[in-house]
C-alpha cells in the first residue's frame, strides 16, 4: 500500500551516536543522520552488518503510537530524566510496548532511558533466548534476570489460591528489585484497554468493588512508579500490529498455562458479544474510569468526605477568602 512506509526499528552500523536505530524509506529527514549503501537514512548505532527487521510505518503503526502519546501526556506517564525499566516477556503486548515507546522517544520533548527487563521465572521451556537475541539486535538495552519463581510456586502455592496470581507477584517483586539495582525510576507494563476494562467488569462481578487499573501508581515501596502507557490502545490492534511485524513470541513456559481464566475468559466474550451492538462500547467503557459521578455512588466514606468538602466550601464562601469555583 502506499502509506506502508518501512521503518527499520533498530540495528546496524557505525560507532554508536544515538540510541536505538531507524531506516526510514521515502521520508525526509535531517541530513546529518548517515545513509546505508541502498540510500535509507540511519539513526543510531547498532551491531555490525544489516539487519532485515521492519516495523511497517502503517496505520495501526500509527494510530498505537497517537494512542500511547497521547495517555503519556494525560497522565503525565514520562518526564525528564525518568530512567524506564520496560518489562517485557516475549508476548505481544510487550513487544509492542517497547517498540513505541522507542518510537516515541526519537522525538519526545523530554529525556528518558529506556531498558528492556525480563524476568525469567524459571519454567522449563521459556525460550528467553530468541528474546534476548531480538532485543539486542534491535539495538535496546537489555537485562535479563534469572529466577526461581517456579521452585517458590512449587513450594508455597495453598490450595485453591491462583497459580498465576502468585506467580504475578513474586515475578513484580524481582521487577521491583531489579529497578532499583538498575537505577530506574518508573517501570511500564504492557496492559492495554482490555485489560483495564476487563479487570474493571471483574472487580465489579467476582469482587464487589468499583476499581479497574491505573495508568500511573506509586508502588507500595514509594520508590517506583508504575505505568501503563497502552491504556488506550485495543488488543485488537496489538494482534495486528503484532502480526503484520511477525514478532517472535514466545509462551513463558508456564504449567498451567493452557489452563484458561474463566472468569476473565467471560468478560471478553461479553464484551465481544456488546460490541457486535455498540462498536464504540469499549471506547465507552474507558471513557467512563475519568467520568466519574462521585454523587451518583455508594460509597458512605467517599459521601462523608464530599460532606466534609461541601462544609469547607461553605466556610471559604463565608470568609474574606477567593471564590471555591476558582480554585477547582
Known sequence: MENDILILSVAVCGPPSRSGLEILH???????YPKTPSGEVVIGP???GWSTMLLLNNAHFRKIKKLTGQAIGDFGLIEEGDRIAVAVSGGKDSYTLMHILNQLQRRAPVQYELIAVNIDAGFPGYRKEILEDY????????????TDCSSIIDENLRPGSSYCAFCARLRRGFLYTVADRLGCNKIALGHHLDDFIETLLLNQFYIGTLAAMSPKLLADNGRHTVIRPLVYVEE?????FTRQNSFPTIDCGCPVMGQVDQKRQRMKQLLAELHKENRHLKRSMISALSNVRPRHLLDRD???LMELDE???EKSLSGRHEPVAQKL
Open 46 to 48: 547498532g551491531a555490525k
Open 302 to 304: 467517599l459521601y462523608r
Open 26 to 32: 521515502g521520508m525526509s529527514l535531517n541530513a546529518r
Open 311 to 313: 462544609n469547607s466550601n
Open 135 to 146: 532485543l539486542r539486535t534491535c539495538g535496546f538495552q537489555v537485562h535479563m534476570e534469572a
Open 236 to 240: 485488537s490492534d496489538i494482534i495486528k
